[in-house]
């Protein structure tokens, strides 16, 4: 009898051994699962971009080098909410707006809506110098899983700033289209934690991949489309699904003041907005849409200065 508790004992530490062995080797696979996906999708974008320089060069129609343009920032969406987290400076290059409009945002204006073909072919040549940067860097890239969840997470406020309200693709009108490509990146990432998360909670992964597939849905029915609507039933439960799925996970939270804070549950939780170094604007910019936020107005604009921050803000948190 007492043989057989032994043996059994015996197993059971085995079991467990072995499934928390191969729980840490779901973490290390799951970042580098991201990490080659990326230097993959890094590789596709300046394809992308070649083939957008082939069009120009060669004087293809403005149809043609317009459809080339929307595959090229549809490839760079995709996998924005990595350059961005990890690659701040080069993401300001290669898709700056405002006051530092260049690249993707000066090429869109040389392309829509009608075709300047040398200055747009001027432009793509600078975006194809910024690719060379982009390759590098992501050869060196050590992402993390808590940093990875973290990326996730920003990419829906940058959905939600940028992409739905067309701040983003202000000449072109691809915005939904884009916020698609966005969505699909942040799917490709997860994909990588569904079978560790599936172990904890699989009605968690089931809830969001149906939530995931009806986000993109929706936004593929452009006619009565509800930029609120969606914010609050789409983009909302995908952060909160994230945070649930992290906490899952135990992967924890630093110490760090982040100006998003990457503890809440989405932008809309209570001191979600840390403005460390600026304020709440309404009244500069005009027809820029406005977002209510525990009691605050937000323009959308003002959400995108405080992404570029956090970004910085990471990037030297990361260097230090």
């Known amino acids: 009898m007492r043989l057989s508790v032994i043996v059994v004992s015996l197993l059971l530490l085995i079991i467990c051994a072995y499934s928390i062995f191969e729980l840490k080797s779901n973490d290390t696979l799951a970042v580098n699962s991201t990490r080659q996906w990326y230097h993959q999708s890094v590789d596709n974008l300046d394809k992308k971009v070649d083939l957008l320089c082939k069009a120009l060069s060669e004087h293809q129609s403005a149809e043609a080098v317009q459809h080339a343009f929307k595959e090229t920032r549809l490839a760079y969406k995709k996998i924005e909410l990595v350059i961005e987290f990890y690659h701040p400076y080069t993401a300001q290059f290669m898709n700056g707006a ?27 040549r600078k975006l194809k110098s910024v690719m060379g940067r982009l390759e590098k860097e992501s050869e060196v890239i050590q992402p993390t899983d808590a940093q990875l969840f973290d990326a996730m997470r920003l990419e829906l406020v940058r959905i939600m700033s940028l992409g739905l309200s067309g701040f983003d693709s ?37 809830y969001m991949d ?22 609050t039933e789409y983009v909302n439960n995908l952060a909160i699904n994230l945070k649930m799925a992290r906490e899952a996970l135990r992967i924890p939270y630093d110490n760090q003041q982040y100006i998003l804070d990457p503890a ?47 970004s910085a803000l990471n990037s030297y948190v990361r260097g230090k």
């Open 264 to 310: 809440a549950s989405n932008i809309f939780a209570r001191n979600a907005i840390l403005p460390l170094y600026s304020s709440p604007d309404t009244t500069t910019v005009t027809n820029d849409p406005v977002y209510n936020v525990n009691g605050q107005r937000y323009t959308a604009r003002y959400l995108h200065s405080l992404l570029r921050q956090n």
């Open 98 to 124: 405002g006051k530092e409009t260049q690249n993707f945002q000066a090429l869109e204006t040389t392309i829509f809506p009608v075709l300047q073909p040398d200055r747009a072919y001027t432009e793509v």
């Open 170 to 206: 202000p000449q072109a009108g691809n915005s939904l289209p884009e916020a698609i490509a966005s969505l699909d990146g942040i799917n490709e990432i997860w994909k990588f934690y569904v079978p560790k998360v599936s172990i904890y909670n699989p009605a968690l992964v089931k």
């Open 210 to 231: 149906e939530l995931m597939l009806a986000s993109k849905a929706r936004l593929q029915t452009e006619k009565d489309f509800n930029r609120d609507q969606f914010v």
